[in-house]
């Protein structure tokens, strides 16, 4: 069964900073990876996903992520931090075509950020 | 704009009752799904509707039900069968039935048992 490891609970990093965040996951084939982010009391909005090809993953505001086969993992990454990336960051992975239903998350990692 | 609506955002429930939350898209997506949410924990899928008039029991389906009688509408009831309802639940859709998981989220709704 597939499953899915964020070891950082919180990270506060400053303005303009850079940031990682961390993703490892379990899965026998190769995953469907996703990254989410939700501001407080809202929805989740999809940040990139990675399926095939490339291993470094474009998404919307300025984030990237990469997939590496050999650590399984899939960490987020942002050159520069901004205030309005606070929030709470979720890591998921796909058990491949089988839809939603097979979508597991990572418990998630809240992210601070200091002027 | 479409999207995802759901209502309402903040409910109070004494124990022993069923309360139903509300779950609406206008993005003509065939599935849909329902979260739940609780500090620390990832999200844990209830309920999931690939195609109208049929429905999936989740990983923690024990204490809810949901109907899918529109493709646009997907509520869902918290029983008194529920016995720790007190979360955020929240409502996905996706456009294809069979993807890997590109969801989309409707805000929340804060569920509180007094």
């Known amino acids: 069964a597939q499953s899915v490891t964020q070891p950082d609970i919180h990270i506060t990093v400053s303005e303009g900073a850079s940031l990682e965040l961390r993703c490892n996951y379990s899965?026998?084939?190769?995953?469907?990876l996703f990254w989410y982010v939700q501001s407080p009391g809202q929805g989740l909005q999809l940040l990139l996903k990675?399926?095939?090809?490339?291993?470094l993953v474009q998404g919307i505001k300025g984030f990237e992520a990469e997939f590496k086969r050999s650590q399984s993992s899939f960490n987020l990454r942002k050159p520069s931090v901004h205030w309005s990336d606070a929030a709470e960051y979720f890591c998921?992975?796909?058990?491949?075509?089988?839809?939603?239903?097979?979508?597991?998350f990572g418990t998630g990692t809240r992210l601070t950020v200091i002027p | 704009d479409g999207g995802i609506t759901q209502s309402p955002k903040y409910l109070f429930r004494k124990e022993g009752q069923n309360v139903t939350l509300s779950c609406e898209q206008n993005?003509?997506?065939?599935?849909m799904y329902w979260y739940r949410q609780d500090p620390g924990q990832g999200l844990r899928l209830i309920y999931y509707?690939?195609?109208?008039?049929?429905?999936q029991k989740g990983d923690i389906a024990e204490g809810y039900s949901v109907s899918r009688e529109k493709k646009e509408s997907f509520p869902l009831t918290v029983t008194s069968a529920q016995k720790n309802p007190t979360a955020f639940y929240l409502c996905?859709?996706?456009?294809?039935?069979?993807?890997?998981?590109?969801?989309?989220f409707g805000e929340g709704s804060r569920l509180t048992v007094l």
């Open positions: 899965y026998g084939a190769t995953p469907y």
């Open positions: 509707s690939q195609i109208v008039n049929d429905f």
């Open positions: 996905a859709s996706s456009r294809d039935p069979a993807a890997p998981g590109e969801l989309f």
């Open positions: 998921a992975v796909g058990a491949g075509r089988t839809g939603a239903n097979n979508l597991f």
């Open positions: 990675y399926f095939s090809g490339d291993t």
């Open positions: 993005l003509n997506h065939d599935a």
